[in-house]
């Protein structure tokens, strides 16, 4: 590891940008946040706050274009992301930016395209799960070959409640995308067609209604995701393999366990923040230390673009309840 | 209860009705097995061997005719129900019927109508996993409501190794028709259609290769059922019930827990027998019970016909890769 | 099996004897209760009634001779157990004995020396325990040696409610009891030792402070009880035996699994009877089989008499604060 | 937090210390090693080798002095800790110490002694547990009462297999320490007495046999310890509390679950360093975050002297086999 700190820039002190800001300060070693930029001056003085060294903007770009600025974390919503990514291309810069890598397949090939052009992966895309201990084990013992070839994935994507202004759409684009990704990720090959069943006896647009996402994959993995996002009880993502001699399964349920008035057992966490804390620390810690390299450790800009085809395959098959294959450009050579 | 002993003719003396005979001698109280009859008498012999008071007989019709025999247990293979039900229900005697009642629907409906002349419920349909204490917990808060009205069943059927001469329509038939009951049963509901997805590339008339059933009920409930009769690692049965505020899972890990050359967990049962013959017992149990009542106390005909109506269904979706709508019978009055 | 039926009396028809007549009526094979006797005549009639061909009695005595009984089951308090089961004895009887087999080792003794004298196993101790899945479990793998010699065993042992009337003896006599036979049932060897520890700063009798035994056996296992018979949440058994390769578990939590309301988890059952009702009925089933042919199938008046021992040694540890040692008599070659 | 980096020198390059080396340098945000001192040149070498900035000195005292070092984290083993912590506190830097604190109750006493006069806390102990998610889950579920006052702790704490060296004394003073610091640490109280026992007929000093650790409380809570450093299948800690109204446990098996070949269930961890690396890294940021703002933020030196007596009770109680009461001196009133 190089002997500099990486100088951070954030872009975008939302919700999940200031948590980054945190993070960034408090738990990534090698890393110090500098310039935090949002639109709003009064969330990114926010996110900079207390954070010695640590200006705020209100344009994303300048903070982009600062001469002490070594890398940046992408943490705005999804339809501003491809001018900053194709600037960072330009300028070189290491990025690490929140899913999606852009809202459509079309510009995110477009990512894509130019970080080809440029020859060096600069972009890292924030699939989480990727760094998650149990994913990570899941991921192990299917590659090992120990349990024979994976024939079945069952998932499950629990949240307690939607967020307001969610929508079906975003049931794909914003949950499932999650699974697009591991599924891809734990098996190591594309998803090719995607199939939605709604529950309910009539076609309905309320997001509350838990779906069923069907995907298959180029050597015939049937996937299957339950995604309810207002279960209740809490927030809960599971993962079952299904392979030739045996099954493997990931986010049982754990942590302390009592027993109290009549019942055993454990608390759920209440999203998703504490359930992945720890993979997001290491996804931070290790994009820090190949970014101060120049380059990237997770997800790729052809991991967000294979992520952004498939969600609009799957809105597509959710909209029409048809089966819908899936259409991916060639893979440039980088990303072989 | 009535003073009598229930005299019990049993009829089929394979595998299945060799235990049963067994568990009628020596686990049911206030049942007595008095005639085995099996067309192979060596089967028929060594099935009542032992049996004190127990004849082997090689006509079935002769045991259901004997003057001796209260009720019977018929656990012959499915295409020689037919007559063995209609001559009971003839005779007015309670039988307690292996799966399937018949195979196929037409039949089943025969049967239905003959009952129903008789106007009396006299055929109990042998769907053991109606007695399995954790499958009546799960009813029971599904009935309660306490979770909200149910959306989604998850269930998984898996078999260490299917037996040899098995194929494709047996996975519906002789496997999913228990989660075609279950399903029924745990909702109080009708199917009213089935689809059916082979794991793989290819279409495959292998049964090792696993598939997805997936039902519609008529409350819009969606199920899905892997059936997976080549898992290797032994027998499993699970249902996971997602409701409005929470979700009931049945079918987890149990018994005896031990640490050992670096893992921790427990034995998975090798096959059905050990893991539902607490179930099997109560089923026969209660059976002897209400047939010495004269009725029965369990899956009826018309519960029997539903499965067939659905596996009916089910093979034709397994076929066609088509969604496949249940067209049932008018229901009589004596199962309304 | 003889083809004749076991014809049962029971005596004591207290809350256990009463269910011990439901037990015999509904769900024993090959046995039929023909009489309860309880001096008093409402319990007895309570007990007997609905099963047809059972009387009522108000003298034990009088059930123990009559003619038509072949086998007795004594549930009644310990303190009457010891004429009924010298008459039994006499009488050559098979006996299922509810625990304690007397209240004190020497009466206990007592009963083995007339056993022993008239050279015949009549008299079986309802150890219930010694039946139950997950307990025969855990001795077969103890016994097979697969994880190696057993070094310590942990036990908790927990009910919500302590009875009225309960007092800190009866915490050895009525609860521990069963720890001191399991101990000896799964080991194969006698315990030496016992000492008591009590929570808290001072002594107390309030029995529902929770205390901790600790025994020896002959081997150098040490085995400690956590015995608390007011935990609120409900009925606990537990025992973990620790080898010299491994661990083993039995009583760890089970059954239906749900998530709701922010915990996920199960319910603990509220007494020891649903939680060993399928051990009892096995107990039972297998005692009336062994009942029929003369003898026993189960824990033998020599263990309840060490078990009596036992808890003698227990009481006294209790009191004094200090280890006590066991005193055995020598075993009679019945026993051998 | 201050806008320096903190400039931390390690002391000690053995296994533990090369641990913290790479601890520092990759997981600890705001934290830098730039001294690493061990006698042996190679060890303290091959501990800074890799880490940019990061020198090596075999005189321990010559990294204490060192005008660029703002704080030092001492795991050199425990005989040398005391001049090494009175120096620091002389000089008034934070420390981190490994536990032990100190070998011995009265060499602890006097580093408790130097801090109070100088009246500032600089040195915390590296009782990781207190950092560990599940531990926390556990001391703030008891904190908040929910469960009711607590009455027992019952403790495993076991290794696959312990180390050459390996002594009894060691089974409490290396080993057993934890559960007394966890123990002062969760109820919030003091122990006042120890008692051992070993498995096995007679008295050995083969630390591969289990003992059993009892300890009392203040409040008279009881706690037992199973320590088994030779069990074999891997690494164990677990902690029940029973309370007034529940239990709570944590250490209960977690992770990946996968059913292969007969068998359900997880992967034990081999060693601490996996269970308790999140803990540590925890322990590590939280401390130089202290550090930066010239404190503590852990288990104090008065917190390590409690432990050194315990240890020390805890060795004679094995020797003698007798209850021994603890004698502390007087809490300075720094750690009131």
């Known amino acids: 590891m190089s002997e500099h700190e990486l100088r951070v820039g954030l872009i975008g002190a939302g ?74 291309i330009d300028r070189g810069i290491p990025v690490l930016c929140e899913k999606p890598l852009t809202p459509d397949a079309k510009s995110s090939l477009r990512v894509v395209e130019a970080e080809a052009a440029r020859g060096r992966k600069l972009v890292q895309v924030g699939f989480m799960r990727r760094f998650d201990p149990e994913y990570l084990e899941l991921k192990e013992t299917l590659d090992t070959g120990a349990l ?117 057992g454990g608390s759920v966490t209440p999203d998703f923040r504490p359930r992945f804390r720890q993979a997001f620390d290491a996804e931070f810690q290790r994009w820090a230390d190949a970014a101060r390299r120049g380059g990237i450790d997770g997800a790729s800009a052809w991991d967000g673009y294979a992520a952004a085809v498939a969600c609009e395959a799957g809105i597509d098959a959710q909209r029409t309840g048809r089966r819908t294959a899936l259409e991916m450009a060639e893979r440039p050579e980088l990303y072989g």
């Open 15 to 88: 919700r999940m940008g200031a948590d980054h800001a945190r993070r960034l300060h408090e738990r990534v070693s090698g890393a110090r946040l500098v310039a935090v930029g949002d639109p709003d001056p009064d969330r990114a003085g926010a996110a900079a706050d207390g954070i010695p060294g640590a200006r705020a903007e209100t344009d994303p770009m300048t903070v982009l274009g600062a001469s002490d600025v070594d890398a940046v974390v992408v943490a705005s919503p999804g339809p501003v992301h491809e001018p900053l990514l194709l600037a960072a």
């Open 148 to 264: 024979g070839r994976p024939l079945l994935l069952h998932c499950a994507h629990r949240n307690a409640e939607h967020p307001p202004g969610f929508t079906t759409d975003m049931l794909i684009s914003d949950s499932v995308v999650h699974e697009f990704d591991t599924t891809r990720w734990l098996l190591g090959e594309d998803i090719t067609a995607v199939s939605v069943r709604q529950q309910g006896l009539e076609a309905s647009d309320d997001p509350a209604i838990p779906q069923i996402v069907t995907m298959e994959t180029a050597s015939g993995v049937l996937v299957d995701v339950e995604i309810f996002v207002q279960c209740r009880f809490g927030y809960q993502v599971r993962c079952e393999a299904v392979c030739e001699h045996g099954t493997a399964l990931v986010g049982a349920d754990a942590g302390m366990r009592t027993h109290s008035a009549g019942r055993w």
